[in-house]
Protein backbone atom coordinates (compact mmCIF):
# COMPACT_ATOMS: atom_id res chain seq x y z
CA UNK A 1 0.00 0.00 0.00
CA UNK A 2 1.17 3.59 -0.60
CA UNK A 3 2.28 5.74 2.13
CA UNK A 4 1.25 8.71 2.71
CA UNK A 5 2.24 12.01 4.53
CA UNK A 6 1.08 15.07 5.31
CA UNK A 7 2.34 18.98 6.49
CA UNK A 8 1.88 20.33 8.61
CA UNK A 9 0.03 17.67 10.98
CA UNK A 10 -1.81 20.62 12.83
CA UNK A 11 -2.03 24.41 12.86
CA UNK A 12 -4.19 26.51 14.73
CA UNK A 13 -4.55 30.06 12.18
CA UNK A 14 -6.35 33.22 12.82
CA UNK A 15 -9.21 34.01 10.52
CA UNK A 16 -8.87 35.91 7.26
CA UNK A 17 -5.41 34.24 6.59
CA UNK A 18 -4.54 31.10 4.58
CA UNK A 19 -2.67 27.32 4.72
CA UNK A 20 -1.14 25.28 2.48
CA UNK A 21 -1.14 21.61 3.42
CA UNK A 22 0.66 19.44 1.61
CA UNK A 23 0.59 15.85 0.84
CA UNK A 24 3.33 13.55 -0.40
CA UNK A 25 3.09 9.67 -1.54
CA UNK A 26 5.84 7.28 -1.87
CA UNK A 27 4.60 6.38 -5.65
CA UNK A 28 3.62 7.62 -8.43
CA UNK A 29 -0.62 7.31 -8.50
CA UNK A 30 -3.05 8.53 -10.38
CA UNK A 31 -6.23 9.20 -8.63
CA UNK A 32 -5.54 11.93 -5.16
CA UNK A 33 -8.58 13.37 -3.64
CA UNK A 34 -9.24 15.88 -0.49
CA UNK A 35 -11.55 15.65 1.73
CA UNK A 36 -13.11 17.50 4.66
CA UNK A 37 -13.72 16.14 8.16
CA UNK A 38 -15.82 18.37 10.84
CA UNK A 39 -15.69 18.00 14.26
CA UNK A 40 -17.86 14.85 14.66
CA UNK A 41 -19.01 14.30 11.43
CA UNK A 42 -18.08 12.02 8.27
CA UNK A 43 -15.90 12.59 5.41
CA UNK A 44 -16.43 14.58 2.33
CA UNK A 45 -15.25 15.03 -0.87
CA UNK A 46 -13.51 18.87 -1.36
CA UNK A 47 -12.08 17.76 -4.85
CA UNK A 48 -10.38 15.37 -7.08
CA UNK A 49 -6.47 16.68 -8.00
CA UNK A 50 -5.99 16.24 -11.19
CA UNK A 51 -1.99 15.94 -12.64
CA UNK A 52 -1.43 18.93 -14.97
CA UNK A 53 -4.82 20.35 -14.61
CA UNK A 54 -7.45 22.41 -12.78
CA UNK A 55 -8.65 19.93 -10.01
CA UNK A 56 -12.52 19.29 -9.81
CA UNK A 57 -14.15 20.02 -7.43
CA UNK A 58 -17.62 18.70 -5.76
CA UNK A 59 -20.74 20.92 -4.91
CA UNK A 60 -20.14 23.41 -2.52
CA UNK A 61 -16.37 24.00 -3.14
CA UNK A 62 -14.96 26.59 -4.83
CA UNK A 63 -11.09 27.08 -6.43
CA UNK A 64 -10.56 30.30 -5.18
CA UNK A 65 -11.42 28.72 -1.45
CA UNK A 66 -9.72 25.86 -1.53
CA UNK A 67 -7.05 26.64 -4.83
CA UNK A 68 -5.33 22.53 -5.23
CA UNK A 69 -2.26 22.23 -6.92
CA UNK A 70 -0.79 18.63 -8.29
CA UNK A 71 2.26 19.45 -10.50
CA UNK A 72 3.37 15.32 -10.51
CA UNK A 73 1.97 12.26 -9.64
CA UNK A 74 3.31 11.98 -6.20
CA UNK A 75 2.49 15.54 -4.35
CA UNK A 76 -0.51 17.68 -4.26
CA UNK A 77 -1.35 20.61 -1.93
CA UNK A 78 -4.57 22.48 -0.69
CA UNK A 79 -4.43 25.91 0.33
CA UNK A 80 -7.67 26.81 2.53
CA UNK A 81 -7.79 30.60 2.06
CA UNK A 82 -9.19 33.29 3.66
CA UNK A 83 -10.04 31.31 6.98
CA UNK A 84 -13.19 31.29 9.49
CA UNK A 85 -13.67 29.79 12.30
CA UNK A 86 -16.02 27.48 10.24
CA UNK A 87 -12.62 25.97 8.37
CA UNK A 88 -11.82 24.45 11.32
CA UNK A 89 -11.88 20.71 10.43
CA UNK A 90 -9.14 17.89 9.31
CA UNK A 91 -8.11 17.79 5.91
CA UNK A 92 -6.90 14.35 4.72
CA UNK A 93 -5.63 13.76 1.06
CA UNK A 94 -6.33 10.60 -0.54
CA UNK A 95 -4.84 8.25 -2.89
CA UNK A 96 -6.28 5.26 -4.58
CA UNK A 97 -5.20 2.40 -6.17
CA UNK A 98 -6.89 0.88 -9.09
CA UNK A 99 -5.21 -2.07 -9.46
CA UNK A 100 -6.13 -3.09 -5.33
CA UNK A 101 -9.21 -1.56 -5.14
CA UNK A 102 -8.22 -0.11 -2.16
CA UNK A 103 -7.89 3.94 -1.09
CA UNK A 104 -5.96 5.35 1.50
CA UNK A 105 -5.96 8.25 3.71
CA UNK A 106 -2.89 10.54 5.07
CA UNK A 107 -2.80 11.18 8.09
CA UNK A 108 -4.20 14.32 8.48
CA UNK A 109 -4.16 17.96 9.34
CA UNK A 110 -6.12 19.21 12.31
CA UNK A 111 -7.02 22.90 11.56
CA UNK A 112 -8.04 24.84 13.92
CA UNK A 113 -9.10 28.77 13.10
CA UNK A 114 -9.59 31.47 15.73
CA UNK B 1 -27.59 11.68 -5.67
CA UNK B 2 -26.06 9.87 -2.67
CA UNK B 3 -27.61 8.72 0.15
CA UNK B 4 -25.37 6.24 2.63
CA UNK B 5 -27.69 5.44 6.01
CA UNK B 6 -25.75 2.99 8.74
CA UNK B 7 -26.49 3.07 12.63
CA UNK B 8 -25.31 6.48 14.77
CA UNK B 9 -24.35 3.77 17.30
CA UNK B 10 -23.80 0.33 18.79
CA UNK B 11 -22.23 -1.47 21.80
CA UNK B 12 -21.29 -4.69 22.36
CA UNK B 13 -19.42 -6.70 24.62
CA UNK B 14 -15.65 -8.06 24.25
CA UNK B 15 -15.49 -11.41 22.84
CA UNK B 16 -18.79 -10.76 21.30
CA UNK B 17 -20.17 -10.27 17.67
CA UNK B 18 -21.37 -7.22 16.00
CA UNK B 19 -22.67 -6.17 12.54
CA UNK B 20 -23.04 -3.10 11.46
CA UNK B 21 -25.50 -2.48 8.51
CA UNK B 22 -25.14 -0.24 5.78
CA UNK B 23 -27.85 0.94 2.94
CA UNK B 24 -27.25 3.15 -0.21
CA UNK B 25 -28.81 4.53 -2.84
CA UNK B 26 -26.57 6.44 -5.16
CA UNK B 27 -26.55 7.21 -8.72
CA UNK B 28 -23.99 4.66 -9.88
CA UNK B 29 -22.04 2.06 -7.91
CA UNK B 30 -18.60 0.96 -8.51
CA UNK B 31 -17.59 -1.07 -5.23
CA UNK B 32 -18.49 -0.06 -1.31
CA UNK B 33 -15.38 0.00 1.06
CA UNK B 34 -15.49 0.02 4.86
CA UNK B 35 -13.03 2.02 7.10
CA UNK B 36 -12.08 1.77 10.86
CA UNK B 37 -11.51 5.15 12.40
CA UNK B 38 -9.96 5.25 15.97
CA UNK B 39 -10.44 9.37 17.65
CA UNK B 40 -8.17 11.50 16.32
CA UNK B 41 -6.73 9.30 13.55
CA UNK B 42 -7.16 8.58 9.56
CA UNK B 43 -9.52 6.03 8.31
CA UNK B 44 -8.17 2.67 8.07
CA UNK B 45 -9.02 0.93 4.61
CA UNK B 46 -10.88 -2.46 6.20
CA UNK B 47 -12.73 -4.65 3.18
CA UNK B 48 -14.04 -3.85 -0.55
CA UNK B 49 -17.14 -5.77 -1.90
CA UNK B 50 -18.18 -5.06 -5.64
CA UNK B 51 -19.68 -8.43 -6.42
CA UNK B 52 -22.13 -9.58 -4.49
CA UNK B 53 -21.25 -11.90 -1.60
CA UNK B 54 -18.86 -12.25 1.73
CA UNK B 55 -15.57 -11.40 1.93
CA UNK B 56 -13.75 -12.44 4.86
CA UNK B 57 -10.48 -10.96 6.35
CA UNK B 58 -9.96 -12.78 9.98
CA UNK B 59 -11.99 -11.31 12.60
CA UNK B 60 -13.44 -9.25 9.98
CA UNK B 61 -15.93 -10.02 7.23
CA UNK B 62 -18.30 -7.90 4.95
CA UNK B 63 -20.92 -8.83 2.44
CA UNK B 64 -22.63 -7.46 -0.21
CA UNK B 65 -26.35 -7.36 -2.18
CA UNK B 66 -25.95 -5.07 -5.27
CA UNK B 67 -30.06 -5.59 -6.13
CA UNK B 68 -30.69 -4.41 -2.15
CA UNK B 69 -28.27 -1.81 -2.01
CA UNK B 70 -27.18 -3.32 1.05
CA UNK B 71 -24.14 -4.31 2.78
CA UNK B 72 -23.11 -5.04 6.61
CA UNK B 73 -19.52 -5.35 7.90
CA UNK B 74 -18.99 -7.94 10.34
CA UNK B 75 -16.65 -8.06 13.28
CA UNK B 76 -16.16 -11.06 15.24
CA UNK B 77 -14.24 -11.99 18.93
CA UNK B 78 -14.64 -8.44 19.64
CA UNK B 79 -11.73 -6.65 21.50
CA UNK B 80 -11.37 -3.40 23.53
CA UNK B 81 -8.89 -2.04 20.96
CA UNK B 82 -12.24 -2.35 18.02
CA UNK B 83 -14.13 0.15 19.81
CA UNK B 84 -13.86 2.88 16.66
CA UNK B 85 -16.16 4.76 14.21
CA UNK B 86 -16.68 1.87 11.15
CA UNK B 87 -17.21 4.45 7.93
CA UNK B 88 -19.01 2.60 4.61
CA UNK B 89 -18.49 4.42 2.08
CA UNK B 90 -19.86 3.88 -1.75
CA UNK B 91 -17.59 4.71 -5.18
CA UNK B 92 -19.44 6.46 -8.16
CA UNK B 93 -19.92 4.51 -11.47
CA UNK B 94 -17.54 3.06 -13.79
CA UNK B 95 -14.62 5.07 -13.62
CA UNK B 96 -15.18 7.49 -11.18
CA UNK B 97 -13.06 6.78 -7.96
CA UNK B 98 -14.22 8.98 -5.93
CA UNK B 99 -15.69 8.06 -2.47
CA UNK B 100 -19.47 9.06 -0.42
CA UNK B 101 -19.45 8.50 3.12
CA UNK B 102 -22.06 7.65 5.70
CA UNK B 103 -22.11 9.57 8.92
CA UNK B 104 -20.22 6.33 10.49
CA UNK B 105 -21.15 3.71 13.69
CA UNK B 106 -19.44 4.17 16.67
CA UNK B 107 -19.16 0.77 18.11
CA UNK B 108 -18.20 0.69 21.70
CA UNK B 109 -17.01 -2.91 22.92
CA UNK B 110 -17.14 -2.74 27.17
CA UNK B 111 -15.51 -5.45 29.01
Known amino acids: SAVISQKPSRDICQRGTSLTIQCQVD?????MFWYRQQPGQSLTLIAT?????????ESGFVIDKFPISRPNLTFSTLTVSNMSPEDSSIYLC???????????FGPGTRLTVT | GQNIDQPTEMTATEGAIVQINCTYQ??????LFWYQQHAGEAPTFLSYNVLDGLEEKGRFSSFLSRSKGYSYLLLKELQMKDSASYLC????????????FGAGTTVTVRA
Open chain 1, 27 to 31: SQVTM
Open chain 2, 89 to 100: AVRGGLGDYKLS
Open chain 1, 49 to 57: ANQGSEATY
Open chain 1, 94 to 104: SVEDPRANEQY
Open chain 2, 26 to 31: TSGFNG
